[in-house]
């Protein structure tokens, strides 16, 4: 008997599960990163994402109601290898001067993805005509995007100089 294909609402869910694992695992790094970092503006830059994400976590668990759906994870194999790339940065750069600019690329790696998995989510969202999700994954599309920013100005106005000059 031939197996039915797959349709757009299981790829969507089953990248929301992707997702939420990322987010989970992204708010147990912070922590780390905020507390390896030097820099004072960069530790701030994490803690405020910290926040953010447990927001985003909260939206997640919403669309997942929308979709009537348990909130669960799925192991996100990016996700994974962003945050053990900062812990090697962690590991090797500890007490050098280049260790915040490391610290602030994994963490632009991080949101770079996590921009465009929820570009994508949001565009299925509209798809399949869920509304309310579109709203929810939009919100938190925008503070992605916006943390990015804060991120690059704070590598362009500090971060990057103190690496290089010391």
């Known amino acids: 008997m031939a197996k ?3 349709q757009l609402n299981e790829l969507f869910h089953d990248t929301l599960k992707d997702i939420y694992f990322a987010e989970k695992k992204i708010l ?9 970092a030097r820099s ?20 997640l668990e919403q669309v997942f109601a929308i979709i ?5 994870g799925k192991t996100c194999a990016a996700i ?15 007490g050098s001067p ?10 632009q790696a991080v949101e770079h993805y996590e921009i465009s998995r929820y570009g994508t989510l949001r565009t299925w969202a509209k798809e399949l005509g869920l509304t309310e999700a579109v709203a929810l994954l939009d919100e938190t599309l925008a503070e992605e995007k916006a943390t990015d920013v804060a991120l690059t100005e704070i ?4 971060i990057n100089q103190n690496a290089k000059a010391a």
């Not at 503006?41 to 909260?58: C, D, M, P, R, V």
């Not at 009537?68 to 669960?72: I, M, R």
């Not at 590598?155 to 500090?158: F, G, L, R, V």
């Open 68 to 72: 009537e759906a348990k909130p669960q």
């Open 155 to 158: 590598a362009k106005t500090a």
């Open 28 to 36: 147990a790094t912070l922590p780390k990163m905020a507390k390896a």
């Open 4 to 6: 039915e294909p797959k």
């Open 98 to 107: 280049a260790l915040d600019a490391g610290l602030l690329a994994a963490a």
């Open 40 to 59: 004072k503006s960069l530790q701030a830059a994490f803690e405020k994402h910290l926040g953010e994400t447990k927001g985003q976590i909260e939206r």
């Open 80 to 94: 994974v290898g962003i945050t053990e790339e900062g812990a090697e940065i962690i590991a090797d750069y500890t």
